[in-house]
């Protein structure tokens, strides 16, 4: 007998059949496509809590355990054994790269990392301390009238060329931003020193000086990058995708998946976290603050807490929860902000609001703390989520094409506005 689930309408006795489907792994889903011409109604998810939109092979998520995994590969062996640019590679060409084929990966990405300089022009029209997201949405969104040649976006080595374009641009994109601001001189990419090594450089660098980065700093922020590569269908991700799905090219799309991620409910969480725990101020007044998250007359709740799917632990934050103490005991920092982190950390896992909500910390708990440890301002935050999150949104948007035809995002709605008001 084939998988099916049958719906019944009570009002009127009425049945219908819809197929369910299986996949590799995971919940298997409903397959509702014919239910509007089938039953004459709309199904209603808000917030798409119970939909899957799209079939994918690229992320794997079991919330329930704590799992995610790229390709089939599990994020914590991924952290431990390889480098960002192999999960970008991962994740761009479906397979891990030999060490031949990621060194000429990172020379392809080295060509690609100089920007037309015509387009800092934009930065001069910004005002000043205009958010480094309203930069880098822009910029990649001019990036279209830049490389028209990267236009033809049904040929995949087109795509592919474009992809690496974007990976190699963002970060010099970012690090001339926050140059910028500061008047600094601009600092040029120099991917001989590695790919992630690149980017504290241009941010820390000055002309004719020496700059010394301590390995411990790079394998954190290597780790953050790493750790946010793809998400599965998240808000931007779904944003870069219903972009994608009305044809217009990757740099729209991106773009728009830029400012989905700026909110403070995605990736502007970790901006969210520093800010608290700067609020708090000291581990004494940590109770106080526990006692107000967990008051259900207040609407505080404590950030880097909880999370929609993972609902035993986030593995981000546990890979990034031992780079951080490594990080702070190896460059010796302890400020205010570590004690006041660790004091809600000891205090929340065994409280029992936390526990039997399921509330652990968040990938963005962490990452925030390593972020501010290496001397990154707040604001810059979510604009490194989206340099690691670029090859994901880049190989969603590619799968999308593959598996055309591509149809278009349009759903529907209850609708419970006025009606024949005219009459
Ligand atoms: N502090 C205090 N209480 C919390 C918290 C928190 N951080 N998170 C959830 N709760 C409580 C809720 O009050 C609710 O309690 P109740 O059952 O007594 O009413 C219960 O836990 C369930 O909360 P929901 O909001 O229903 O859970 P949901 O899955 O919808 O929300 C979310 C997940 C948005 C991440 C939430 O936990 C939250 O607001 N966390 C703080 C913000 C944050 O860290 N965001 C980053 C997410 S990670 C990312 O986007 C990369």
Redesign the pocket.
């Known amino acids: 007998m084939a998988n099916t689930m049958t719906m019944t309408d009570n009002r009127t006795g009425k049945s219908w059949e819809f197929p369910i489907l299986s996949g590799t792994k995971g919940p298997d889903v409903v397959d509702i496509g014919s239910f509007y011409s089938q039953t004459g109604m709309f199904t209603f998810d808000q917030g798409y809590t119970s939909t899957a939109s799209c079939k994918s092979a690229i992320t794997f998520i079991d919330g329930e355990k704590g799992e995610l995994m790229h390709r089939g590969y599990d994020i914590a062996w991924l952290a431990e054994n390889k480098k960002f640019l192999d999960v970008v590679y991962l994740l761009l060409y479906k397979k891990l790269p030999s060490k031949e084929e990621l060194e000429s990966f990172r020379l392809e990405l080295k060509q690609r990392s100089y920007i037309n300089e015509k387009m800092l022009k934009l930065f001069d029209a910004l005002p000043d301390k205009a958010h480094p997201m309203a930069a880098l949405q822009s910029t990649v969104a001019m990036m279209s009238a830049y490389y028209k040649r990267d236009m033809n976006i049904d040929d995949i080595s087109d795509f592919m060329e474009l992809a690496k374009r974007l990976v190699a641009k963002i970060p010099t994109i970012i690090a001339f931003y926050y140059r910028h601001v500061r008047g600094f001189p601009q600092i040029y990419p120099d991917l001989d020193r590695g790919f992630v090594e690149n980017f504290l450089y241009m941010l820390r660098a000055f002309p004719h000086d020496r700059v010394d980065l301590k390995p411990i700093e790079v394998k954190a922020f290597e780790a953050v990058l790493l750790l946010h590569a793809d998400?599965e269908q998240?808000a931007s991700t779904s944003t870069v995708r219903a972009v994608g799905s009305t044809h217009a090219h990757p740099y729209a799309s991106i773009s728009a998946g830029i400012g989905a991620l700026w909110g403070?409910?995605?990736?502007g969480?970790n901006e969210?976290?520093i800010r608290q725990l700067e609020e708090i101020g000291t581990p004494e007044r940590v109770d106080e603050f526990i006692a107000r998250?967990?008051d259900?007359n207040d609407p505080?709740?404590?950030?880097?807490?909880?999370?929609?799917v993972y609902k035993n632990f986030?593995p981000r934050a546990k890979v990034l929860g031992k780079l951080r103490d490594q990080l702070i005991d190896e460059i010796g920092i302890d400020t205010n902000l570590i004690k006041v982190a660790k004091r809600i950390e000891e205090i929340a896992l065994n409280d029992e609001?936390?526990v039997s909500?399921k509330?652990y910390p968040?990938?963005?708990?962490n990452s925030g703390l390593i972020l501010k440890a290496l001397g990154i301002p707040n604001e810059m935050f979510a604009a490194i989520f989206v340099m690691g999150r670029v090859p994901g949104w880049l190989s969603q948007w590619m799968e999308q094409k593959e598996n055309a035809p591509v149809k278009i995002t349009r759903p529907r709605q209850l609708y419970v506005g006025a009606v024949d008001q005219a009459k």
């Open positions: 998400h998240n403070h409910a995605h990736g969480a969210g976290v998250a967990k259900k505080f709740r404590l950030m880097g807490f909880g999370h929609r986030d609001y936390f909500r509330l968040n990938v963005d708990f």
